[in-house]
């Protein structure tokens, strides 16, 4: 491309038509030698194919050197053939020939009367073949580079500036120039024309058959990284490698590496991350469906599904045939995991699932295992698959049981985010009405919220979300400290000691409690404070502070015997070491109190003489007020967590029939607004709790849960003994209505009289009071009638659609009727855990208890790896390709 140099260009630019128009004559005609070329090509390639085909099913009948007996032999064949008893030789079969170390007896097999020299001979006609076809493919990238040139030469004005015709004519001719120049990188010389012997070379026919097949033109570093897996390979090691992205791991290297080893004599297993299992299926198929015909086996296994019956038979005819096993590493370790649980039953005679089918499986998945450690494994995006914190799989086992510290354990939870709500809603819950000090809480808490929605520190739509850790921990933390204490007092947390009570000083201070769920065993925050002398020793005795000097060198230990709450903080009762300072004036003293390492020590060893029950409620409270609420309020409801509605719960059972009915009841992560997680759940126990009660609080019950929760109450009043509208579960429903703002109907009666009345927009104006007395009477009978009338819960209708929907739109949200539900059904039912549990982790992948040898690629590898994978072998260059 000699017309189209830097000079060249900048001349076009300028608008130079005679350099415009040599630059196009020079390009047509490159266009024209190369569709030249291409058409010789795919001639030679068209004749060679025939001609390959009829030498390799050539019997040789019109040779005379054969004798009779031959020619009998030769003719029979040649009739059996004829009759379709007999198959040629066919062009697939001819190419896999380069592929197999014993081709000639291949052939042969199919034509016994083919020589050893036909067949070598016919194998050189088929690799000629090949590199002429792949240089077909190299022509066709070139005309298309052509092409895109000669459409910016044609109309360069298309363009629309100097700077994008330059930038646009210098881009397409580099591109036509490298495919132009592009070389063959597998080939060995060793010997060129300039030694007088003639070209000369070595090369694998391996990459000649792949690059045939995919049309691909291999890259240096393709070649070398692959070459190095092979080599590492035959030594009987593992390896891992970088290579960066865009290199074509999935696309040419996986592939290639399948051709390479899957051969017959071992098993061949691409284990890939979940997200890239259909893209590396149809990379494999769309490689191997051809030419070089390779089945693609998925290989699935799920505790929760039966197991194939004839599972390692399967295996092995992949094996022996040279197929290829993909699978996800959540499959491989399935299998492992299934069959030590499996294998523990089976060993269990008394086990109720120690059945024939479960032994037959137990032995399938035992030859399975073998199978894959005599294998081989290539792994696509090692550091995904074998990343520490990311590729742990459990299978829990043994006996279900409640989870530790019920129901404590959720009834803090309910009562701590209970605050929240009542602040978001402006109410007071409904136990706390008479409760002056959750009164004053709850003031302080709304005019702290609202503080921090000025700041933007929290934001209140959706609802309200941390956006601020500093100003939780800071601001928000200490009140909620204060609206926990309420809890802990109701249920006399800390105030009895187990052990070591002694007359006058049998539990816990307020001021210790809040202390500990606040800042555990640590030692309390450095407080500085000015107040009068008179005030100092009204706080801390008279002594106390007198005998400090003014200097800041001068100090003093001050026993706090009583819990103290004071206008700058709370003081537990403990050992303080207390600093005089320099006062804004004179009237004033100013100390600075910090509590000392032996005074937290002594105050820690009061609380561990707490009951174990106690204590647990104390380190609970402490957990959700340091990391638990923080983290549960910065997620957004229906976006990153939520509780599937029934017809999510509906598609996600058709899909997954054996699906846990834990992902129906309990809150699940979202990976986008209103689209659940596929599988996965949250771990931790107590972030499961609240963002449950998070989830049920701001969507309400489901109308399958409130029938439930209807179904629950009926049972429940069923069974308890009394006059039924005393009956203690009559009472709640009672409750419940008034809460909600509903009318409380004792008699059918007075609902039908309120139906009908608003149906027919009675006007009973005539039988009230006259004046001020009938504006009145006038106002408190149109309130009445706004509101919803609810019957007793015995006389309810279930049946009755339309009064179930009203009642459902009532009570959805109704807090009490959501806490009654996870506190009765959802936490009892599904917060149960199994004590142990078998665990499976890249750590198993990645080493060698699964699979005989590893082969790992990665774009972003590490060296966090099992050490049976030896160092990772970074690409030179790559980082700062990268940067």
Known sequence: LTSLGDEQIAA???????????ARTQVKALCQRLMDMKAADTKFIASSIRSMEGAANDVGLETTEAGHKDRIAKLRFWLLRYAGMETDIWFEHLCCGLLSPKCETDFQLLNPFLSTESAQNILGSVSQMMLVASRVIAICRCLDSCFNLMEILDKPEALGSAVAL??????????????????????????????????????????????????????????????????????????????????????????????????????????????LIMLSRSVMQNAFSTVVQKRVSTFKCDRSLDLEVNLSARIARVCSQGDIMLSTPADVKSLQLRFLEQLGMANDRRAKKNTP?????????????????????????????????????????????????????????????????????????????????????????????NR???????????????LNEEFYHSEVKPIMAE???????????????????????????DEEVKAYILNRAKTLSRIEHEAPLEQWQAWLGSGAVTSLAEGASVTSIVEVSSGLELPFG??????????????????????????????????????????????KSMNLSFDWLQVFLPYSLQKIDRVTFGIMSAEQVTAALIEQPLMPLTRAKLAIPFVGKDVPSSASEFAHPDIVIGLTVFAYRYEGLRRNDF???????????????????ERPTSMLWKGWVEESGALFCVKQKELDDQTATEMLHIDESADQP??????????????????QRVLPLHLLERKNEANMSQLFDLMRRLPSAVHYYLQNSVFPQFMRFQDEKLSSSGQDLGGSIIFGQRIGFSGTPSDLMPKELGECGYEPGSEGEMI
């Open 12 to 22: 076009i630019v300028k608008g130079d038509t005679g350099v415009l128009e040599a």
């Open 166 to 275: 330059e930038a646009g004519i210098s881009e397409k001719a580099k591109v036509l120039c490298g495919s132009l120049s592009s070389k063959r990188t597998f080939f060995t010389t060793v010997s060129d024309v300039s030694s007088g012997k003639g070209f000369e070379a070595t090369f694998d026919p391996r990459f000649l058959i792949f690059e045939f097949v995919t049309g691909f033109l291999l890259r240096p570093r393709q070649v070398e990284m692959v070459s190095e897996f092979f080599e590492t390979f035959l030594t009987g090691k593992s390896v891992v490698k970088q290579m960066i992205m865009g290199a074509g791991k999935t696309s040419v290297v996986s592939p290639l590496l399948a051709l390479m080893l899957a051969e017959g004599s071992r098993l061949v297993c691409l284990v890939v991350p979940q997200a």
């Open 357 to 449: 089918q479960m032994r037959r499986e137990c032995v399938e998945m035992g030859r399975m295992l073998v199978q894959l450690k005599q294998g081989v494994c290539m792994i696509d995006e090692v550091d995904l698959v074998l990343h520490p914190l990311k590729s742990e799989l459990n299978f829990p086992i043994g006996q279900k049981n409640l989870i530790d510290h019920s129901p404590e354990r959720w009834n803090l939870v309910l009562h701590l985010l209970d605050g929240f709500f009542s602040v978001d809603k402006d109410r007071v819950p409904h136990h706390l009405k008479e409760s002056l000090r959750a009164m004053q809480i709850l003031e302080g808490l709304r005019k702290t919220i």
């Open 452 to 466: 921090g929605c000025e700041k933007h520190y929290l934001q209140s739509n959706p609802h309200l979300v941390l």
């Open 483 to 509: 609206w926990i204490n309420l809890w802990l007092t109701a249920e006399h947390v800390g105030r009895v000691f187990d052990k070591g009570s002694e007359a006058g000083d049998r539990g816990l201070s």
């Open 570 to 615: 709370v003081l537990p009762k403990s050992e303080y070491k207390a600093e005089r300072l320099k006062a804004s004036n004179s009237s004033l003293v100013k100390l600075v109190l910090q509590e000392t390492d032996e005074g937290a020590a002594r105050r820690a060893s009061r609380v561990e003489r707490l009951a174990p029950k106690d204590l």
């Open 707 to 725: 029938d439930e929760v209807l179904g629950m109450l009926s049972e429940q009043l069923e069974a308890e003994n009394g006059a039924i509208m």
């Open 770 to 787: 006259a004046g001020e007395d009938a504006a009145a009477a006038a106002a408190g009978g149109a309130e009445d009638r706004k509101q």
